[in-house]
């Protein structure tokens, strides 16, 4: 709910994987530097020390740019 009210947020979803593995977060945001300035941001940080036990290692975004919708 608090990356909802970032700027140029679109929409978040957290993927399982079907047969183990590793889950995989899909964060949509308007452009590249709207996703960095939430990823930089003070609640950003906070959510990130209340999760930090779920994750082994740290999280490596990946960008993408969509083009069919």
Do not use: C, W
């Not at 700027?7 to 889950?23: A, D, M, V």
Request: avoid cysteine; hydrophobic fraction near 35%; proline fraction near 7%.
């Amino acid at each position: 709910k608090e990356f909802a009210k970032q700027k140029g947020f679109i929409s978040r979803r957290l993927l399982k994987p079907l047969k183990g593995g590793n889950y995989a977060a899909v964060v949509e945001h308007d452009s590249q530097e709207t996703f960095l300035a939430m990823h930089n941001s003070p609640e950003h940080d906070e959510a990130g020390k209340r999760v930090a036990p779920l994750f082994e290692g740290k999280p490596s975004p990946q960008f993408y740019e969509v083009i069919v919708e």
